[in-house]
């Protein structure tokens, strides 16, 4: 048991000793102008929490080593107004900064966020949809300086974007990308600092910040006179039921979303729904409502047009794959069914269950179940449903999923102990915690196997971010 943790907790601290040990190479003043700066941006005052996590960001800018923070908040508890600040820091000492976002939406969302709190100047969006003379602009503009800050999507970490001085780095919505996408934007700096949002860590994260080798901020409470969702389980047997009541509550003027796992139907998955055939039924189930369908496959014009129609009330019911995950911030919109909602992840679940319950009205998410679930999709269902914290809930998929390989590039998978149990043995694994640090402070105290170990470590982390 001991040996397990030992080796265990000797990656884990070679992992986050190798990105503590980065120097800072950009250095960062704080003066009563820059306070001024930021209050005048300010559009409300910041909650506790807020200033609680902007305060350990300066603190981390201040410190000898680049940071690597995780800022852990709910859905709709202001995330976003906080990594702004963190931009408007690198900006303000002439820096630049990036925001990566996971979709198209998404990072046009924040870009016209942004353009409001810093003002147009030097802010630039690059994704897959730009036009190749928008691109070339905002190409130059970014490894001349002229633009400070860019938003955008994996488009960001393509060969040929280069900064000329990248300094801030924000991952949004941090499960959605792969470790090799984070450490491509990353690596676009020597010595940037890194940001990571999320509302449900990946299982890695979560493992890093539940042995405290990550630095982790939290936004526990969302913003003022927004409501719980609640959350049920909708069995197989009793779909047909539930959409009847959702008929009377749809002519009451409700408004919601309706979520499909597939675009077309699949004839090797036949219990999982599609957004064709449903749009199809939808219409006859319920009509004289106001419908839309929105897919990856829709252009980015007609995204638009219908998330426009949607937000405006010209749309009732909008049925969807997950391209609204993220970035959908509908106020009236009060429920949200996800169809085989059994196969999809939990961390997936409590972001699509974000995109309800945004204003003071209470919201519900109904979770169908396929015909034939399998057993840990029903322990996924029973997961979401109990619970509206992300971090309990991350902590959950790290318990079904495992937490990956600590320095290579998988995001899930078993931890490889097979004798050990942390909450068990958790006297041990604290010995074997300090026992693991005086080794790596102290070489002459390794052992051959300790050696070989830590030499392997080393070739695998060279080139991977791990947050």
Same mark, same amino acid.
């Given at each position: ?13 070679? +992992? ?41 960001? #300066? ?7 680049? /940071? ?17 600040? !963190? ?27 942004? *353009?409001?709190?810093? $003002? ?9 949809? *730009?036009? =190749? ?27 040929? #974007? ?10 949004? &919505?941090?499960?959605?990308?792969? #470790? ?35 630095? +982790? ?33 749809? $002519? ?5 979303? #309706?979520?499909? =796992? ?16 449903? !749009?199809? &039924?939808?219409? !006859?189930?319920?009509?004289? +409502? ?39 911030? +509908?106020?009236?919109?009060?429920? /949200? ?35 034939? =679930?399998?057993?840990?999709?029903? @322990? ?14 991350? &902590? /959950?998929?790290? @318990?079904?999923?495992? $937490? ?5 590039? @998988?995001?899930? $998978? ?26 790596? @402070? ?26």
């Amino acid at each position: 048991i001991y040996e397990e943790f030992l080796f265990f907790k000797l990656e884990l601290q070679r +992992v986050r000793a190798a990105f503590r040990g980065r120097r800072r190479l950009h250095r960062y003043r704080f003066s009563d102008a820059m306070r001024r700066s930021i209050d005048r941006r300010l559009p409300f005052r910041l909650s506790g929490e807020q200033e609680e996590a902007f305060s350990a960001i #300066v603190n981390d800018l201040r410190s000898p080593h680049t /940071m690597q923070r995780l800022l852990q908040g709910e859905v709709g508890s202001g995330k976003t107004i906080v990594a702004f600040l !963190a931009l408007l820091l690198a900006r303000e000492n002439g820096l630049q900064g990036a925001f990566l976002a996971p979709t198209e939406i998404l990072a046009r969302q924040h870009f016209q966020n942004a *353009c409001a709190f810093f $003002g147009p100047e030097g802010l630039a969006l690059l994704t897959g949809g *730009c036009d =190749p003379a928008e691109r070339r602009r905002v190409l130059a503009g970014l490894a001349g300086g002229g633009v400070s800050l860019v938003f955008g999507t994996h488009a960001l970490t393509g060969e040929n #974007v280069a900064f000329r001085k990248l300094a801030m780095v924000v991952i949004d &919505e941090q499960h959605r990308f792969g #470790v090799a996408q984070r450490a491509a934007l990353f690596f676009k700096s020597r010595g940037a600092d890194l940001l990571v949002t999320t509302a449900t860590p990946i299982p890695r994260t979560m493992l890093l910040a539940l042995y405290s080798d990550v630095a +982790v901020s939290f936004l526990r409470q969302p913003l003022a006179g927004r409501q719980p969702v609640v959350t049920r389980v909708v069995a197989a047997a009793d779909r047909e039921r539930f959409y009847r009541r959702l008929a009377v509550e749809l $002519g009451r003027g409700r408004k919601g979303y #309706v979520i499909l =796992p597939l675009i077309e139907r699949s004839e090797t998955y036949p219990d999982l729904r599609s957004l064709d055939e449903e !749009a199809r &039924e939808s219409r !006859a189930r319920f009509p004289g +409502v106001p419908q839309a369908a929105l897919s990856g496959r829709s252009d980015p014009a007609g995204k638009r047009r219908a998330l426009q129609r949607f937000a405006s009330g010209a749309v009732r019911l909008l049925l969807a794959t997950t391209v609204v995950e993220v970035g959908i911030d +509908v106020a009236d919109a009060t429920f /949200m069914v996800i169809e085989n909602a059994d196969r999809y992840g939990l961390a997936q679940l409590h972001q699509l269950r974000g995109r309800v319950g945004r204003g003071s009205e209470k919201s519900y998410c109904f979770l169908v179940e396929s015909p034939r =679930p399998s057993a840990g999709g029903r @322990e996924r269902l029973r997961a979401i449903a109990s619970s509206q914290d992300g971090f309990a809930i991350a &902590e /959950m998929d790290l @318990e079904l999923r495992g $937490g990956g390989v600590i320095a290579g590039l @998988e995001q899930s $998978g078993e931890i490889d102990f097979r004798l050990a149990d942390p909450r068990r043995d958790a006297r041990l694994l604290q010995e074997a915690q300090v026992d693991a640090r005086r080794l790596l @402070e102290h070489p002459e105290l390794q052992n051959p196997p300790v050696r070989r170990f830590l030499a392997g470590l080393r070739k695998k982390i060279r080139n991977v971010s791990f947050s």
